[in-house]
């Protein structure tokens, strides 16, 4: 069973610090990865989908990088925002399941 | 991206009832649905995995006589928590996809369920 861990468990930074949210995971055999941000009481929102055979993505200010065979993804966020402050999930799929880390609960202070 | 939808946003019950949570994809046909349960600052634990047509399939530990899935169609799935209890207030979040395993999962807005 694939087991997910992300490190750090919360983190808070000032305005504008580029930061970066690790991910690991047990079971590299995976088809593909997703990163998401989740708000207090609400649902996710998707942020950045890596495909298995690929190495990074990027989506305005957020890259992610996979690297499938050491079971490790990384989430790097530039220039951060208040408005960035939520919990951050990655969430590698393996045959017809997704699993989740507990995630990185970020504050960006202003 | 896609959308889906979760009805109701949230619901109180008494203790012994029965809740249904609808999970509809909106603009694609979900041919896999998924749910997933949330306690207060933990993370998304899959409950089970349900393909239109098929029996769904349920996580070791989930009760499926408790949790009732019904995929009857590539829009619409439902979760029915029978005779609940306190202990299963949770946030209840639906995903849906289209196609294989490549394909990226959507989330639904999640339902609070409050057991009195």
């Known amino acids: 069973k694939q087991e997910v861990t992300q490190i750090p468990a919360a983190l808070s930074v000032p305005e504008g610090e580029n930061l970066v949210l690790n991910c690991s995971f047990t079971?590299?055999?995976?088809?593909?990865l997703q990163w998401f941000r989740q708000d207090p009481g609400k649902g996710l929102t998707s942020l950045l989908l890596?495909?298995?055979?690929?190495r990074e993505q990027t989506s305005g200010r957020l890259n992610a990088s996979l690297d499938k065979s050491s079971g490790r993804s990384t989430l790097y966020i530039a220039a951060s925002q208040p408005g960035d402050s939520a919990t951050y999930l990655c969430?590698?799929?393996?045959?017809?399941?997704?699993?989740f880390g507990a995630g990185t609960r970020l504050t960006v202070k202003p | 991206g896609a959308v889906v939808s979760q009805h109701p946003s949230w619901v109180i019950c008494k203790s012994g009832t029965s809740v249904k949570i609808e999970c509809r994809s909106l603009?694609?046909?979900?041919?896999?649905m998924f749910w997933y349960r949330q306690f207060p600052k933990q993370s998304l634990m899959l409950m089970a995995t349900?393909?239109?047509?098929?029996?769904?399939?349920?996580e070791q530990g989930v009760e499926k006589d408790k949790f009732l899935i019904n995929h009857a169609s590539l829009t619409l799935s439902t979760l029915t928590v029978t005779s609940a209890h306190p202990e299963d207030s949770s946030f209840y979040i639906c995903?849906?996809?289209?196609?294989?395993?490549?394909?990226?999962?959507?989330f639904g807005p999640g339902t609070r369920l409050t057991v009195l």
């Open positions: 079971d590299s055999a995976i088809y593909n």
């Open positions: 603009d694609f046909q979900a041919t896999t």
């Open positions: 890596i495909q298995s055979s690929q």
């Open positions: 349900s393909n239109e047509g098929s029996k769904a399939t349920y």
């Open positions: 969430a590698p799929r393996n045959n017809n399941d997704m699993r």
């Open positions: 995903s849906a996809r289209s196609g294989g395993s490549y394909n990226e999962q959507f």
